[in-house]
């Protein structure tokens, strides 16, 4: 079975602290996602990347960096936390054209 | 620009009772369809994935999926409904060509009444 794990379920952070959520695959994937689920909104991608090294952003990177060091890593960083970035981070891992793998989410709180 | 519309926010069946959850989307050409489920506190599961050939795809947990092509649709079916199939429900759209990206309709919540 694909595992596509997250570091944590829950986190809570204060405004303006610099923040790492971390998600890693198992299955030698090209492509990894990081995605934000707000009520009302659905999933929205923030960033993803193909390859090592390799991003773009997606629809809604304000805010938001990343880094892939390794291929089975994809770190995403909030490098000011704010409370309008409250919210469930989900990472997805995917080949090409092949369905994504979501990692169980990670429900980030700042206060 | 693409989008994918869910117009229904809740629905509450009967367990025992079929089930249709609405899913249209706007693009110019067909693209990849998925249906995913998530259960409170988890991730995503897929459901189910179109990519060509026969219109209707058999899921996981009994669901089914249409694609209609002339109604730029991709309705989730269940014939008798499970209280273990509650949940939210999300259709995504993925693009032939380019990133591999998804795009989500907003979900929506399936509650099974006993």
């Known amino acids: 079975d694909v595992k596509v794990t997250q570091s944590s379920r829950y986190l809570v952070k204060r405004t303006g602290e610099k923040v790492f959520l971390e998600c890693v695959q198992d299955m030698d994937h090209e492509n990894m996602f990081w995605y934000r689920q707000d009520p009302g909104l659905g999933l929205r991608l923030i960033y993803f990347?193909?390859?090592?090294?390799?991003?773009e952003k997606g629809d809604i990177p304000e805010g938001y960096s990343v880094s892939r060091e390794k291929k089975e890593r994809f770190s995403l960083i909030l490098e000011s936390a704010s409370t309008n970035q409250t919210s469930m981070y989900l990472c997805?891992?995917?080949?090409?054209?092949?369905?994504?793998?979501f990692g169980p989410g990670t429900r980030l709180t700042v206060t | 620009a693409q989008s994918v519309t869910q117009p229904d926010i809740h629905i509450t069946v009967s367990e025992g009772a079929s089930l249709e959850l609405r899913c249209n989307y706007s693009y110019g050409a067909t693209p990849y369809l998925f249906w995913y489920v998530q259960s409170p506190g988890q991730g995503l599961q897929l459901l189910l994935k179109y990519f060509s050939g026969d219109t209707l795809v058999q899921g996981i947990k009994g669901f089914e999926a249409e694609f209609k092509r002339s109604q730029s649709s991709f309705n989730l079916r269940k014939p008798s409904v499970h209280w273990s199939d509650a949940a939210e429900y999300f259709c995504a759209v993925g693009l032939k060509t380019g990133a591999n990206n998804l795009f989500f309709g907003t979900g929506t919540r399936l509650t099974v009444i006993p």
């Open positions: 990347s193909y390859d090592v090294k390799m991003k």
């Open positions: 997805a891992s995917s080949t090409f054209k092949e369905f994504k793998y």
